[in-house]
Nanobody
Framework: QVQLVESGGGLVQAGGSLRLSCAVS????????MGWFRQAPGKEREFVAA????????SAADSVKGRFTISRDNAKNTVYLQMNSLKPEDTAVYYC?????????????????????WGQGTQVTVSS
C-alpha cells in the first residue's frame, strides 16, 4: 500500500514562507516522478511543480516560478515544496502526487490524471 503524507501547511502573512513536505512509503521512492498540485475553493486542481525521479529535472507553473522550489531527498523518501514570497492567491489545499509512468519533463506532468497516488492535502492560507 503506497502512502503519501503531506505536512507543513498553515497560516502565513503575504510575503512569508512555508515549506511543505510529503513523505512517501510503500514502494521504492525513486520509481516515482513527483508533483505538487493545489486546489482553491470552487476551482480545479492545478499544477504547481514537478520533479524527476533522480531530482535532476524540475518544472514549475508560471504563477510560482521564482518563488516556489520543488526538491526531493531520495534517502528520506520525501519531496519538498519551498514556498517564498507567498501571495493571497496562493491560498489553497496543496497535494503531492506520485506518478509511476509520467515523466517530469513532459506535458503529462502537468495533468493530475497522469499521477497514480495522492496525499490527503495540506491547507495553505495566505493573509493579506
Amino acid at each position: 500500500q503506497v502512502q503519501l503524507v503531506e505536512s507543513g501547511g498553515g497560516l502565513v502573512q503575504a510575503g512569508g514562507s512555508l515549506r511543505l513536505s510529503c513523505a512517501v512509503s510503500g514502494r521504492t521512492f525513486t520509481s516515482y516522478a513527483m508533483g505538487w498540485f493545489r486546489q482553491a475553493p470552487g476551482k480545479e486542481r492545478e499544477f504547481v511543480a514537478a520533479i524527476s525521479r533522480s531530482g535532476g529535472y524540475t518544472s514549475a507553473a508560471d504563477s510560482v516560478k521564482g518563488r516556489f522550489t520543488i526538491s526531493r531527498d531520495n534517502a528520506k523518501n520525501t519531496v519538498y515544496l519551498q514556498m517564498n514570497s507567498l501571495k493571497p492567491e496562493d491560498t489553497a489545499v496543496y497535494y503531492c502526487a506520485g506518478g509511476l509512468r509520467v515523466g517530469a519533463a513532459t506535458t503529462r506532468a502537468l495533468k493530475p490524471n497522469e499521477y497514480d497516488y495522492w496525499g490527503q492535502g495540506t491547507q495553505v492560507t495566505v493573509s493579506s
